[in-house]
């Protein structure tokens, strides 16, 4: 178990390692970065301004050398925008991301896991035609659609949420969520949700015909019981692994998400950035994206093998 | 879905059409399809796409880009102030929603269909190459598509995409490209559990080539897979398009495409909803054929799957 999860941790600093050269070359694409990032009327002159500002004239590989030794101590330069550290910036916005994405999955789990078991449990039925359809469903309908139908129909016509922002609850200076959270987080989550259903669905019809299920029938145990301790327990372990991707995928699309209800997060800061051709704060968040989904990935296997005594034992 | 009984007839299907000619499976296809009427139905969903995006300039009642000021934010035929002259009603230049939506397909089937050209055949090569060399060249594969499958897709899409700016081209070689990893990994995977299978043993046991081996051999069995994940990334790379759309950074705004719709649609959402509306509805009418028919495809070209439902 040691050297597994030591070779783990071995393999993702090499991946880390690895998308900082992909986020440093990449702009280098174009062959000139400074005219990336001045507007198009910029005079020669300012365009030379930046690039001395910057330190883009000189080496490239002092240059890349100068990136690494920065990221490594979490500096990766100024926001050409907000005259702040980059990093600074990114981590000011956390808390409302986290808030969004952990709600979203909280959602998604809530109504894809018993959607899911009870789809799985009774194939054919009602639910599982229902379960099916809202698997289906949630994979199709682009999370940007949906929260523009959905502020059309729960903030405009029904004025039930705020159609955009973010709104805590101050409580001993902790900052809890409102119900400002609530369109955003199903719209994030939509897809996750469909997820959780579709792989609950088909965990629970494969370990029902399982051995050690017939034995606990056998035993006379009630449905709710077998469904709860046997099935439940043993389709929970892959879904770790699910659940762990499917985090990583929310701060992917909350870029889309946090923009259109002015979110103040990362994915908001992130096309704000990119409208504002500020490349290293663009930078910064991709390699702290990375940097999240990375370590995510990285504790969900160590969880996996935790919980899983075939992994366990393994070695 | 079809009951276990006529799936096994299905699976016994497909079993004999592998048996004969070409004109004979495609009518048993036909047959496969009409026995299970949710392939059918994700079929012909697609169709309607390809068809409207091949013969836009007919289908659509308006030039998409003409815009009719006098004629504007006018809503759907069915609303009260709408118009049977509009049938989706119109954007806020007047220009008319249904036009756009219907040249907007060719924007979506051209980014899905090339990308994922673009993406299958470069994943299948080195696929290849790294399944059937093995060693230190499957290593160095495998390590860098792990690492590009381990980023954030969504957040380096769109920075590839700022960077390189809008474009048909541009948006094409970028979900080319990234999307490789995907293919080379289900190539690899197929290849080596073909390579340790029982037939391919016996190929080399009568002295087949390397180069029989693939082509003859590893190829055909290839086939099935990478149709299907073509199916479900092509639909994924509609949606992506979409997205890129409207964060404004896909095709220039002045092309009608989906994303780009949607992206005006935003501004006036909470007064003229339906210029969002539709295109929105597009996209998830196109997913939803797409996915259903690659459900199907899956069910019917993978044997290992028929042998399991059997």
New interface residues.
């Given amino acids: 178990m040691q050297r597994y999860i030591l070779s783990r941790i071995v393999q993702s600093l090499?991946?880390l390692l690895?998308?900082l050269f992909?986020?440093f070359f990449?702009?280098q694409?174009?062959g000139d970065p400074v005219s990336?990032m001045v507007s198009r009327n910029a005079s020669p002159e300012q365009m030379e301004m930046l690039r001395e500002e910057m330190g883009f004239n000189r080496p490239i590989l002092i240059q890349f050398g100068d990136f690494i030794g920065g990221a490594l101590v979490g500096d990766f330069g100024m926001s050409l925008r907000h005259r702040q550290p980059a990093m600074e910036l990114i981590l000011e916005r956390l808390p409302a991301t986290v808030e969004l994405a952990a709600t979203a999955l909280l959602i998604a789990l809530l109504i894809g896991i018993p959607l899911g078991l009870l789809s799985g449990s009774n194939p054919g039925s009602f639910w599982d035609t229902l379960a099916r359809g809202a698997g289906?469903?949630g994979?199709?309908?682009?999370n940007?659609?949906l929260a523009?139908?959905l502020?059309?129909v729960f903030s405009?016509e029904l004025g039930w949420f705020p159609?955009f922002g973010r709104r805590t609850w101050d409580v001993f200076g902790m900052e809890l969520p409102t119900k400002s959270v609530i369109l955003p987080a199903f719209s994030l989550g939509l897809f996750t949700t469909g997820q959780l259903v579709r792989f609950t669905r088909s965990a629970v019809l494969e370990i029902k015909n399982e051995d050690y299920v017939r034995t606990a029938y056998s035993k006379g145990l009630k449905d709710n019981q077998i469904y709860l301790r046997h099935i439940l327990r043993n389709a929970s372990i892959p879904l770790i692994s699910i659940v762990g991707v499917q985090f990583?995928y929310l701060?992917?699309?909350s870029?889309?998400i946090e923009?259109?209800f002015s979110w103040p997060g990362i994915g908001n800061l992130?096309?704000e950035a990119?409208g504002n051709?500020d490349?290293a704060l663009?930078q910064a968040?991709?390699f702290f994206?990375?940097l999240?989904?990375?370590t995510l990935?990285l504790l969900t296997d160590i969880a996996y093998g935790l919980a899983d005594p075939r992994i366990r034992y393994g070695d | 879905m079809a009951d276990t009984a006529d799936i096994k007839e299905t699976g016994l299907l497909v079993d004999q059409a592998a048996e004969t000619g070409f004109r004979s499976r495609l009518i048993y296809v036909g047959r496969l399809l009409w026995r299970d009427k949710t392939g059918l139905v994700g079929l012909i969903m697609f169709l309607i796409v390809v068809i409207s995006a091949v013969f836009a300039p007919v289908l659509a009642p308006y030039d998409p880009l003409r815009q009719d000021l006098r004629a504007a934010k006018q809503p759907p035929a069915w609303s009260e102030e709408g118009d049977i002259s509009h049938p989706l009603g119109t954007d806020n230049l007047g220009r008319d929603i249904l036009s756009r939506i219907i040249y907007g397909s060719r924007v979506s089937l051209t980014v899905g269909f090339f990308g994922v050209l673009i993406a299958c055949s470069l994943g299948l090569l080195i696929g290849l190459i790294a399944g059937y060399l093995g060693g230190r060249v499957d290593n160095v594969i495998m390590g860098l598509v792990n690492l590009i499958l381990a980023l954030p897709y969504l957040v380096f899409v769109v920075f590839i995409a700022a960077i390189l700016g809008q474009g048909l081209i541009i948006v094409i070689l970028i979900f080319g490209f990234t999307d490789i990893p995907i293919f080379v990994r289900i190539t690899r995977g197929e290849v080596l559990r073909i390579r340790e299978s029982g037939f391919v043993e016996a190929a080399l046991s009568i002295g087949s080539t390397r180069k029989r081996i693939i082509f003859n051999h590893i190829l055909p069995n290839l086939i099935g897979p990478l149709i299907t994940i073509a199916t479900f990334e092509m639909s994924a790379m509609i949606f992506y398009e979409a997205g890129l759309g409207f964060l404004g950074l896909s095709v220039p705004p002045s092309v009608p495409s989906w994303g780009n719709m949607l992206a005006t649609g935003r501004k006036y959402l909470t007064i003229y909803p339906w210029i969002a509306t539709f295109p929105g509805l597009a996209i998830v009418f196109t997913g939803l054929g797409m996915n259903l028919l690659g459900d199907w495809l899956r069910d019917v070209l993978d044997p290992r799957l028929r042998r399991m439902k059997k």
């Fill in positions: 090499l991946i690895g998308v992909i986020v990449m702009l694409l174009t990336l289906l469903v994979q199709t309908i682009p940007f659609w523009l139908i502020i059309v405009v159609t990583g701060l992917s699309g870029i889309y923009t259109i992130l096309a990119i051709r490349f663009v968040i991709a994206a990375s999240v989904v990375v990935n």
